[in-house]
């Protein structure tokens, strides 16, 4: 039985290399994906080779199968769900 979630943002800690996949690359097949209203992509380190990023995307019923597979075909490599949120509204987090 699969449960249906309503994701609408996830913020993903991802790395890829300093060449391919450009980031307008990265940025295109993640809009493609059902229910991906917005992408936000942030460099956040780089090294020689690599390039660390910080994905947030928004939307409705966003497809995370799809998404996550879509990112690994690309060359880049997810190492974490850093947030996820889900339901009828989003709910920002308020740090104290």
């Known amino acids: 039985m699969q449960v249906l979630v309503n994701i609408r943002r996830l913020v993903l800690d991802v790395d890829k290399s300093l060449d391919r996949p450009t980031l307008v690359d990265l940025v295109d097949v993640i809009s493609h994906v059902q229910g991906v209203e917005g ?39 997810i190492h974490s769900v850093d947030e996820i949120a889900a339901g009828k509204k989003l709910i920002e987090n308020i740090r104290p």
């Open 39 to 77: 992408v936000n992509i942030t460099v956040t380190e780089m090294d020689v080779g690599t390039m660390g990023l910080n994905i947030t995307v928004e939307g409705q019923a966003i497809e995370y199968d799809t998404l996550v597979s879509n990112i690994e075909e690309t060359g880049a490599v």
